[in-house]
């Protein structure tokens, strides 16, 4: 009995958590909706384990129990991710991508200028590139809170001097937050954003002052132009099948490796491919990182980026390559 109350707490919290984020309503209302929650949850573990309680009464809570939970569940998996809702200006578009042969060209590259973390001049672009003159990719972390907590991006770069960045972001609508909680419980589409480095780099080192790193990454030409198709094969499918974004299990890192899984089915699973803050690690214990003879800490410390307070927009890119005190 205890083993069953304690499975419906938890499946009552899940709904509550879920009715919080979904309720077009104002707080005061969702209030008043968890404390109601609360109180059916509280009134029906009563029964189950007051010796005043008839069988009958018990099986007829049971019996509602059970109903209004798969009325919740019906109504959970009749949720459907979209592609046309009125989304946030920086993702109003998602990258699609067109491969001849050796060529490849982006449409939907986004190319913002950014004052600060709010006011931008918008700009989205086509680019064509050649999978030949792929010459590195990089890995790069944004830190805002924890430690633990980073989001993660994949740059690729070309002998021309270019760099093309792919993240797996959330798709907000207009007027929406993130919320890493919200994250659970399909507040959010997943969106592939394809930027340039003076885009969506210098919008985490500068206008919101995150702590940024670039970890180059110790692979041979073949596997990032895997990579990079990878990368255009999901963008691609996203922008034709929406999905929806999940904090824990379809996230910036997960996609990540998702996407390394196709290309190495043996790569291992471990727990930093959550906890992202710490994928760098990861990649330096599998020896994937370049100068991995180092230890971590002066690889870590290279890899730091300071915010770039004064450039032409087209130097970001050298810029930030540029050794440190340079």
């Given at each position: 009995?205890f083993?069953?109350?304690?499975?419906?707490s938890?499946?009552?919290?899940?709904?509550?958590?879920?009715?919080?984020?979904?309720?077009?309503v104002g707080?005061?209302?969702?209030?008043?909706?968890?404390a109601?929650?609360?109180?059916v949850?509280?009134?029906y573990?009563?029964?189950?384990?007051?010796?005043?309680?008839?069988?009958q009464?018990?099986?007829?809570s049971n019996?509602?129990?059970?109903c209004l939970?798969?009325?919740?569940l019906v109504s959970?998996?009749?949720?459907?991710?979209?592609l046309?809702r009125d989304?946030?200006?920086d993702?109003q578009h998602?990258v699609?991508a067109?491969v001849?042969?050796?060529?490849v060209?982006?449409?939907?590259?986004?190319?913002?200028?950014?004052?600060?973390?709010?006011?931008?001049v918008?700009?989205?672009k086509?680019?064509?590139?050649?999978?030949?003159?792929?010459?590195s990719?990089?890995?790069?972390?944004?830190?805002?809170?924890?430690?633990?907590?980073?989001?993660?991006?994949?740059?690729?770069?070309?002998?021309?001097?270019?760099?093309l960045?792919?993240?797996?972001?959330?798709r907000?609508?207009k007027?929406?937050?993130?919320?890493?909680?919200?994250?659970?419980?399909?507040?959010?589409?997943?969106?592939m954003?394809?930027?340039?480095?003076?885009?969506?780099v210098y919008?985490?080192t500068?206008?919101?002052?995150?702590r940024?790193?670039?970890?180059?990454?110790?692979v041979?030409?073949?596997?990032?132009q895997?990579?990079?198709?990878?990368?255009?094969?999901?963008?691609?499918?996203?922008?034709?099948?929406?999905?929806?974004y999940?904090?824990?299990?379809?996230?910036?890192t997960?996609?990540?490796?998702?996407?390394?899984?196709?290309?190495?089915?043996?790569?291992p699973?471990?727990?930093?491919?959550?906890l992202?803050?710490?994928?760098?690690?990861?990649?330096?214990d599998?020896?994937?990182?370049?100068?991995s003879?180092?230890?971590?800490?002066?690889?870590?410390?290279?890899?730091?980026?300071?915010?770039?307070?004064?450039?032409?927009r087209?130097?970001?890119?050298t810029?930030i390559r540029?050794?440190a005190?340079?």
């Open positions: 009995m083993a069953w109350a304690s499975l419906c938890m499946i009552v919290l899940w709904a509550a958590m879920a009715l919080w984020f979904h309720l077009q707080q005061t209302i969702k209030i008043c909706v968890m109601l929650t609360a109180l949850l509280a009134a573990i009563s029964v189950l384990f007051s010796p005043r309680s008839s069988s009464l018990i099986s007829f019996v509602a129990f059970i939970g798969s009325l919740f959970w998996f009749s949720m459907k991710p979209s046309t989304w946030a200006a993702v998602t699609t067109d001849q042969g050796d060529e060209t982006f449409h939907n590259i986004r190319d913002f200028t950014w004052n600060d973390s709010r006011i931008f918008p700009r989205w086509s680019g064509t590139y050649r999978l030949s003159e792929l010459n990719v990089d890995v790069i972390l944004s830190y805002w809170t924890h430690p633990a907590i980073a989001h993660t991006l994949i740059s690729f770069g070309f002998a021309d001097g270019r760099h960045v792919f993240s797996a972001e959330i907000k609508k007027g929406q937050e993130f919320s890493s909680l919200g994250g659970f419980f399909r507040s959010f589409e997943l969106a954003i394809a930027a340039e480095e003076r885009d969506i919008l985490r500068n206008a919101r002052d995150e940024v790193y670039r970890y180059p990454v110790d041979d030409q073949e596997l990032m895997a990579m990079l198709l990878k990368y255009i094969e999901k963008a691609n499918d996203l922008a034709r099948n929406p999905a929806f999940n904090t824990l299990t379809s996230n910036c997960t996609v990540v490796f998702d996407l390394v899984r196709l290309l190495e089915p043996g790569f699973f471990d727990y930093r491919i959550l992202s803050g710490y994928l760098p690690e990861f990649l330096y599998n020896e994937l990182l370049m100068n003879d180092l230890p971590f800490s002066e690889i870590q410390q290279r890899a730091l980026l300071t915010p770039v307070r004064s450039m032409e087209e130097q970001f890119s810029v540029q050794p005190g340079t």
